[in-house]
């Protein structure tokens, strides 16, 4: 990865072609559940805790979602953001995705990997294998699948009942 690459917010993802954005309506997003995810302690962290004897626990909200198409299949859509943004600030917030569709995985998933926009957790990376040191062979194309943008339109509805707020 670069070391200026820039990190894509939700407004960025959105930015696709009107042709996948038509096909994601017809798709029914099913919201699965959210896990707290902890942040690994930073070294500025350790030290702090050594001089004020106090730890702040760091975490982010993944965000789980079944997405069925119009074939029948079911995919897995994961987002990953950071808790306490408010819905006026949400097309600003920083987010990973993933979804276990073949287009995600062959056109997205290198990309976003690549601006630290891709969920990495166990399952994710050993799904999607190679296609995370592999680049997409075609040139043109968009930040996520249809399942995502689905996924994200759904998610913008359900801020509310998600508890995205630090506990």
């Known amino acids: 990865m670069a070391l200026f690459t820039k ?3 939700i407004k960025d993802l959105l930015n696709l072609d009107d042709g996948r954005i038509d096909r994601s309506k017809n798709l029914t997003v099913k919201y699965v559940g959210t896990e707290n995810v902890l942040i690994p302690m930073r070294f500025i962290d350790k030290v702090l805790k050594i001089i004020t004897g106090k730890v702040k626990l760091l975490y982010t909200k993944l965000v789980r979602y079944e997405v069925k198409s119009d074939s029948g299949s079911v995919y897995t859509v994961f987002i990953k953001v950071s808790p306490g943004f408010t819905i006026d600030q949400f097309y600003k917030q920083r987010v990973e995705v993933f979804c276990s569709c073949a287009d995600f ?3 997205a998933a290198y ?6 926009n891709l969920v990495k957790i166990k399952a994710t990376t050993e799904h999607l294998g ?6 997409p062979t075609k040139v043109s194309t968009t930040p996520i699948c249809k399942h995502v943008y689905a996924v994200i339109q759904q998610f913008k509805k359900d801020y509310n009942k998600l508890n995205l707020i630090y506990n």
């Open 7 to 9: 990190t894509l917010t």
């Open 111 to 116: 990309n976003l990997n690549n601006t630290n």
């Open 130 to 135: 190679q296609a995370l040191k592999i680049k």
């Open 105 to 107: 995985m062959y056109r």
